[in-house]
């Protein structure tokens, strides 16, 4: 699946979920200090953008490490990320992390809530179909942590504005357009082991 700057930041965005987000970051800052939480959230957005810039340089060595090919990365890729998109469509429990005690670091905002394996996986993918534009991957995953950085500043109000039934809708909304592209990148990459199989 050949993807261009404008689709592989929307599948990022997708991945990374930024207003399904929103609930575990409220409730985990609710004990930090409201003149602290934008640094805070600023810092862990910064923290996942460098570990998923390390995998999309990396990321070729280990496939090639573990002897892996670029079509299992794509079908494990489809794979994760349609079993991501059934969870955000059908919520099981609460999408609410337990209140910290503090303030949180790394774990559970940066990792693995914005850089979970689905988008280290996502942003594999993308440098192993075409390594040559790892330029614009950069660029796609600089866009998408900054939409990242203003949606969680602006958690507390989006969440007060919307209310929990709408951000509940547009988290399942982009949860059924995850499924789409889960599907896509699976039959493809069924389609070209076959091809394989045949030659």
């Keep these: 699946m050949a993807y261009t700057f404008a689709s592989a930041t929307i599948l990022l965005l997708l991945i ?50 573990m002897n892996l090919s ?14 991501i998109a059934l969870r955000m469509i059908f919520p099981s429990g609460t999408v609410e992390a337990d209140t910290m005690l503090g303030e949180p670091l790394i774990v559970p905002l940066a990792i693995p809530a914005l850089a ?33 950085a203003v949606v969680l500043v602006l958690s507390e109000r989006i969440q007060r504005l919307a209310g929990k039934r709408v951000m509940m809708a547009f988290e399942r909304l982009m949860g059924l357009i995850l499924v789409a592209i889960a599907v896509e990148m699976l039959l493809r990459g069924i389609k070209q082991f076959v091809q394989q199989i045949q030659l």
């Design 70 to 83: 670029d079509l299992s990365m794509q079908i494990a890729g489809a794979v994760v990320m349609f079993l």
């Design 116 to 148: 979970g394996p689905s988008a280290l996986a996502t942003v594999m993918l993308l440098v192993s179909q075409a390594p040559e534009r790892r330029l614009e991957w950069i660029a796609a995953l600089c866009v998408t942590m900054a939409v990242c």
């Design 16 to 65: 990374t979920d930024p207003f399904g987000n929103i609930p575990i970051f409220v409730n985990a800052l609710r004990n930090v200090a409201p003149e602290r939480r934008m640094r805070v959230i600023l810092r862990e957005v910064l923290i996942a953008f460098l570990l998923l810039l390390s995998f999309m340089f990396i990321g070729d060595g280990f496939l090639h490490l």
